[in-house]
């Protein structure tokens, strides 16, 4: 999947990335092919009742969160997620928006279903580092800017 690889790339070895979107819409299918082009061989799998999932790449560990569940915000903070400024991992969470505020520099990926039942995926960097790097990325791939 292309965007996984664009992705993966840009992540490198210390990048948050949250995605949003309905059930179904392609969150956990994104993750694996993030996943895969990091590197890890495991078997990635939806963390939506583990809440957390890790995985080891040769040159990250993979932290994927889904907070599908969570209700108690405290939740969050038993999870022990990796520190913004902690390198040689990487942050993927569904259903994270509440991370936000705990992760300046991430990128963002909203997924919607079209009326046509296409898949609509908008990304966002925030934080300038990323945002240079995902422009780079964009470009190489011929794709269209906002
Ligand atoms: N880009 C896509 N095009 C077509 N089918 C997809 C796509 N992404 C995911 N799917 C399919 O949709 C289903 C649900 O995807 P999943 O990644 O589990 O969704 P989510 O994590 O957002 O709930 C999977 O069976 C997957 O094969
Ligand atoms: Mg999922």
Redesign the pocket.
């Known amino acids: ?1 292309a965007l996984g690889s664009l992705l993966a790339q840009v992540l490198g070895r210390g990048g948050v990335l949250l ?1 949003e ?12 092919a993030i996943c895969a082009d990091l590197g890890v061989t495991d078997e990635v799998t ?1 963390p ?1 009742f583990d809440l957390l999932h890790l995985y080891d790449a040769p040159h990250v560990t993979v932290y994927h969160v ?1 907070g599908y569940r969570i209700e108690d915000p405290h939740e969050w903070e038993i999870l022990d997620l990796p520190a913004p400024e902690q390198t040689g991992v990487v942050l993927i969470g ?1 259903w994270s928006r509440a991370l936000q505020p705990l992760y300046p520099e991430r990128i963002d990926v909203q ?1 919607a279903f079209c009326p046509s039942g296409e ?1 609509l ?1 908008d990304v966002t960097a925030a934080g300038e580092r990323l945002s240079r790097r995902i422009h780079e990325e964009w470009e190489r791939m011929g794709w269209a800017l906002k």
């Open positions: 999947m995605l979107g309905p059930l179904g819409i392609g969150k956990t299918s994104l993750t694996k939806s939506t889904d569904e997924m898949r995926v």
